[in-house]
């Protein structure tokens, strides 16, 4: 006797066949970027481990050393470890800095399958060679600075691409919300980071790398078999990026209350060169004359590419300052272990997934990417300023004032690397053309990771004098962030009440219809 179809077979029987290959490229994107952003996180739980306090630490086997850092590993066992570890996170955020302008390009002309898998393959060699340095007792600064170096130029491989390929099967319709979720594989990514780091933290810190980078290698290997990066490779539809009716707002961003990807026409969907499609072959669509990849200073001259490349260049300023220092600075200042507060640091991108899901949604609703990203700026410096004074009173307030301080930082970066980079990668502008989804992606991340190499750095610098001034420099490029989106914002706010005034127009007009038909069917005197 055979047992029924299995239930989960069903159900991929149920669901249409683009459906199926989309949620295989949503899934599989999202463990790509999961896997990078857990191979940089054992960075910061390792800081505290390379310098710990080595007084509070059983007795010193070696009577002719430094009794407060016989237990360090040099070079970081000087009084200048702050800053040498300032110069790791450097090395890897401005390499990552300017690779991200030149990968956005490669990603537009090299197949993204290719290119994606490739660079997961590298970054978890370079990740792993980091941690060989424990095991093959390597005490030389410039080796755990090409390490870092290398690994920064190979992971802008990851974000143009993943977006792209989002992108790429995803339309407008609910991308706000969709792409929130999905967004979530960067805090995702950290906390799991966090937790495998921690696992060898205090054992063998080279295995906290060593393990990240083993598995963001398997990833890109499963990547390689199986991403699929057009819909037209497996004879699906491509999405609608735009309606007709659409109207365009200050930033580039159309706003419309339909969903693109709901559209359809008698005899199927809708493709964005208007031909209709019934069902997807088993064959792949012949390929039309591929479009040119947009130039740099093309993808700067679509409207909004500017102010939100600059609004996330501070934003990202505050987000990486708080993923490379939170750790040491819960040490510092709540006294906990390495790996208490590196577990206690996770709730940060627990906030972040939250903030993230709240800000893609609400964006949809609205329509307003750039006011909801700035009205999340205008809360998060006040939070960030109360987390310093009173965040380390109790671990319940600690908690609580991780998750809503993350929420608030990460949502807007979040928004502005999804969502919006897939709207204005897929501009009217553009008449079509998906080539520049990549090269608007990396214009946008790179200029935010020119804000992640400065944070860190920064705090380095700034953390001596005391970790209140850390804080008033976030604040202060949070309200810089916020500043840079008000043109976009205004415009926003144009658009909704010439929309408010156009609907109560159309509503009086409808309204006095019938009294005009009276009038003009009365008989005459």
């Known amino acids: 006797m055979r047992a029924a179809l299995a239930p989960g077979i069903r159900l991929l029987r149920a669901l249409p066949r683009d459906s199926r290959y989309r949620g295989l ?35 010193n086997p070696h009577n002719d050393s430094n009794n407060s850092t016989w237990c360090s590993w040099a070079p970081f066992d000087g009084d200048n470890y702050k800053e040498l570890f300032g110069a790791l996170d450097n090395a890897f955020l401005v390499a990552y800095a300017i690779g991200m302008f030149i990968s956005g390009i490669f990603g537009e002309r090299l197949p993204l399958r290719y290119y994606l898998s490739g660079g997961m393959v590298l970054s978890g060699l370079f990740t792993a060679l980091f941690g060989l340095g424990y095991f093959w007792d390597i005490h030389a600064l410039w080796y755990f600075i090409v390490m870092q170096v290398c690994n920064g130029l190979v992971q802008t491989t990851g974000w143009p691409s993943v977006v792209a390929c989002v ?13 929130g979720i999905w967004n979530s594989h960067t805090s995702v990514g ?39 990066e057009y819909p037209e ?14 109207e365009e707002d ?29 069902d997807c072959p088993d064959s792949p669509k012949e390929a039309a004359e591929e479009p040119e990849a947009i130039s740099f200073l093309g993808a700067l001259r679509i409207p909004g590419v500017v102010e939100f490349s600059l609004c996330l260049l501070f934003a990202k300023l505050v987000s990486y300052t708080f993923l490379y220092w939170l750790p040491l600075y819960i040490v510092n200042v709540a006294h906990f272990g390495a790996k208490e507060a590196g577990d206690l640091s996770t709730l940060f991108d627990v906030g972040g997934i939250l903030g993230g899901i709240f800000a893609g949604l609400i964006s949809d609703y609205t329509g307003g990417r750039a006011t909801t990203c700035c009205v999340m700026l205008i809360l998060a410096a006040p939070m960030l300023f109360l987390y310093n004074h009173v965040g380390q009173n109790g671990i319940g307030t600690s908690i609580a004032m991780l998750i809503v301080c ?3 930082v990460n949502g807007p970066y979040a928004l502005i690397t999804t969502a919006v980079s897939a709207d204005l990668g897929t501009h009217e502008s553009l008449k079509g053309n998906a080539k520049a989804l990549s090269t608007v992606t990396a214009i946008i ?65 409808t309204l006095g219809r019938p009294l005009l038909l009276q009038f003009q069917n009365r008989a005459p005197l």
């Open 445 to 509: 991340d790179g200029t935010g990771s020119i804000g992640a190499a400065l944070g860190p750095l920064l705090a380095g610098l700034i953390s001596p004098t005391g970790w209140n001034n850390v804080f008033y420099m976030l604040i202060a490029a949070d309200v810089l962030a916020c500043l840079l989106l008000t043109r976009v914002v205004v415009k926003e706010v144009r658009g909704w009440c010439g929309y408010m005034a156009r609907k109560r127009g159309y509503v009086h007009a």
């Open 406 to 408: 993350g929420a608030l």
């Open 167 to 179: 992108g790429n099967w995803f339309g407008k319709g609910k991308r706000g919300l969709i792409m």
């Open 190 to 228: 950290n906390i799991l980071g966090s937790l495998i780091a921690g696992v060898w933290v205090s054992s063998a810190w080279g295995l906290s790398f060593i393990v990240p980078g083993i598995i963001i290698a398997a990833v890109g290997i499963i990547c390689f078999f199986f991403l699929v």
């Open 250 to 278: 200050a930033g580039g961003v159309t706003t419309n209350g339909k969903d693109p990807e709901a559209v359809t026409s008698n005899e199927g969907p809708l493709n964005t060169s208007g031909q209709s499609s019934t």
């Open 25 to 59: 490229t949503l899934v599989l994107t999202f463990f790509c970027y999961t896997s990078y952003h857990l191979s940089r996180k054992p960075i910061s739980i390792v800081k505290s481990q390379l310098h710990p306090n080595c007084s509070a630490l059983d007795p």
């Open 233 to 246: 490779d497996v004879g699906c539809s491509p999405p609608l990026h735009h309606m007709a009716s659409d």
